[in-house]
């Protein structure tokens, strides 16, 4: 059944990036699209060496991103500041833990789980490999939806930041790890938009 | 009067955006989806309701965006000071403390791109919905799927909640008009999106007199 199907490169026919038109190329590499007017290409440009760039920029900025402090809390003289992971065991211990695991999954996990995905789509796709094509496009879309979720703790820092703003008896100020956590998420979503998925359908062709 | 066609598609060829896949497509009932042949991945929707539903989503969350942002979405007292912030009042504060790229980083994905999604999604319908022929909806719908990645309200909403359990230890806490708002909000932003199909927003948007380049079968 499968081997009916075709990819519309081989006819010369490209779908359009930004609205899904169906364009034929007339042996071109680049043609504006007859209904949207964006630029229409075969393939993303240059897509896996973009994708592997942004990737492993996120890699490294997700080290600070877990080692330095998330958040600084000055209250009546003493200071404490939290990593994540000091975030997550301090709501842990203090029997709080939906709390725990929503964070835990969002900061710590998800980021992790959405690079090393990314990562293994890419390395598969080089390899021309033609195992598991659907469960990849699948897991590229995965990471497409969840990942803007690890954005969550900027978020609470950055309300808690603006909403306690008493001064002299209690401030919160961002941590370092706030500016290499959003670059995490923001380097991955780069990544997951510069690689194009139709390239794990590409092989022999 | 509604001459907004959606039902009268013709079968169109169409080529899968996650695997390249050309087919052809027939015409499906309102409601229903049809699915990529060779990966299973979604290739439009037909949504029920046409284009009268997201655009009545859209105005309305146009309206709970702008109660959303103006009403003090929490409450504060801390040893007897009352604060009353709205989001945008709590993204200025941290730019203050000296973090603007972090007020920004806050702010854009949480008030100002959705803000932009739900005017350009207004004008957009609109203009389609009434015949306007307005010129740059072209440009705008581009412009909302560039951004729609970026729009973040569900996330800043868990993050609400979240900070909300964190700050009670430290303050008495009081759910403001903001808060409900902002709540409300997030629901009709995602039924604003889930009602939407971008290919047929396309197709109306499309120059009739325009030469259009169907390619053939091979």
């Known amino acids: 059944m499968a081997s009916n199907i075709v990819s519309a490169k081989t006819l010369g026919v490209a779908g359009c990036h930004t609205c899904g038109q169906a364009v034929h190329m007339r042996r071109q590499d680049q043609v504006e699209c007859p209904r949207c007017g964006a630029d229409v290409h075969y393939r993303k440009h240059d897509s896996i060496n973009r994708a592997w760039a942004f990737l492993i920029a996120a890699f490294v900025m997700y080290i600070p991103a877990n080692t330095e402090p998330m958040m ?18 301090y709501f842990l211990t203090h029997g709080d833990w939906p709390l725990a695991l929503v964070i835990f999954a969002a900061s710590v996990m998800l980021p992790l789980l959405k690079m090393i995905a990314i990562a293994y789509i890419l390395i598969l796709t080089q390899r021309a490999s033609s195992e598991r094509q659907t469960e990849r496009t699948n897991l590229y879309k995965l990471a497409e939806i969840l990942g803007k979720w690890s954005m969550l703790d900027i978020f609470v820092v950055g309300l808690m930041a603006g909403l306690v703003q008493l001064g002299a ?11 290499a956590f959003a670059g995490v998420v923001i ?8 690689f194009d998925p139709k390239l794990i359908w590409d092989r022999m062709e | 009067m509604d001459s907004v066609k959606i039902m009268d ?3 169109i060829l169409f080529v899968c955006h996650e695997c390249d896949a050309l087919q052809r497509v027939p ?3 309102p409601g229903h989806d049809a699915t990529c042949v060779r990966c299973k991945s979604r290739l439009f929707r037909n949504p029920k309701g046409g284009i009268d539903k997201p655009l009545a989503f859209t105005i309305a969350s146009m309206v709970f965006f702008i109660i959303a942002n103006v009403f003090p979405i929490v409450t504060l007292t801390i040893v007897g000071v009352k604060l009353n912030t709205t989001i945008t009042g709590a993204a200025y504060v941290f730019m203050q403390q000296g973090s603007p790229e972090l007020a920004a980083i806050v702010w854009l994905p949480s008030v100002l791109i959705p803000g932009l999604i739900i005017a350009g999604l207004f004008y957009v319908l609109f203009s389609i919905r009434f015949q306007m022929g307005w010129r740059y909806a072209k440009h705008i719908l581009v412009w909302i799927s560039r951004l729609l990645p970026w729009g973040m309200m569900d996330v800043f909403m868990l993050g609400i909640l979240v900070s909300m ?3 009670v230890g430290l303050a008495d806490v009081v759910i403001g008009t903001g808060f409900y708002a902002f709540a409300i909000l997030v629901i009709l932003y995602a039924s604003t999106i889930a009602s939407l199909e971008p290919h ?6 499309k120059d009739p007199t325009g030469s259009r380049k169907e390619p053939g079968n091979g």
């Open chain 1, 72 to 89: 600084r809390t000055t209250s009546l003289g003493s200071t404490s500041s939290d990593t994540i992971l000091e975030g997550v065991i």
């Open chain 2, 27 to 29: 015409a499906i009932e």
């Open chain 2, 165 to 167: 359990v964190k700050l």
């Open chain 2, 9 to 11: 598609q013709p079968a």
């Open chain 1, 169 to 179: 008896l209690t401030t919160i100020a961002p941590g370092p790890a706030c500016i």
């Open chain 2, 200 to 205: 047929t927003l396309w197709e109306c948007l």
């Open chain 1, 187 to 194: 380097l991955t979503m780069f990544a997951e938009m510069a």
